[in-house]
């Protein structure tokens, strides 16, 4: 049986910099310095806003539709995490995902597969979006529950209930998805 994945679109900054100095050489300038990601210094005077967050997922749904994995890409920060836990009646599926390269050979497989994959009749029987921004608006935090129902060429009749959590940041003066969890059961019956 296959199962139905969501796009893991996005994830969590693990460290913005990293400061490679001896303590015996700890007086001596300059410091060197290795920057692993960079958060948009003017972040406090351009906050991040519901609105913001509206127009990326807009942008995103239709590079998704269009399979555009670059263009999906372009909306993650290089340092994004994100991971997938499903449960079924064949157990748990969990993938973790780190890094834009993994994204991309992830996103790759992802459209390729949805080419392939068998006719199914999809409908989206409700959908719940929460977005939240921190007060300094530099965090936001987007949750979508999802039920869906697909009905396979093979009769069976599959219940699908989704939790997406993605985490946005500016990064380098754009908005990007900087972590991103999918949590989904699959209920299946014969009809």
């Known amino acids: 049986m296959k199962l139905i994945y969501t796009v893991p679109t996005l994830l969590a900054i693990s460290l913005l910099s990293v400061k490679v100095v001896s303590p015996a050489w700890a007086n001596l300038l300059p410091q060197k310095v290795q920057i692993i990601a960079q958060l948009d ?41 994100s991971e997938t836990i499903t449960e079924s009646s064949n157990g748990f599926e969990s993938v973790y995902i780190e890094g834009i390269e ?25 959908q719940q979006e929460t977005i939240r921004v921190t007060p300094d608006g530099q965090l936001a935090t987007v949750t979508v529950s999802t039920v869906t129902e697909v009905t396979t060429t093979d009769d069976e009749l599959r219940l699908i209930t989704t939790t997406d959590t993605i985490r946005f940041a500016r990064v380098q003066d754009q908005i990007k998805v900087i972590f991103y969890t999918t949590d989904s059961q699959i209920i299946s019956h014969d009809l």
């Open 41 to 81: 210094s003017k972040a406090s005077a351009l906050p991040i806003t519901v609105a913001d967050i509206q127009q990326v997922n807009l942008e995103v749904k239709s590079l998704i539709a269009q399979g555009d994995v670059e263009g999906v890409l372009q909306y993650m920060a290089p340092f994004i995490i």
């Open 102 to 126: 993994q994204h991309r050979e992830v996103l790759t497989n992802f459209f390729n597969e949805a080419e392939t994959e068998e006719d199914s009749e999809v409908q989206e029987i409700s």
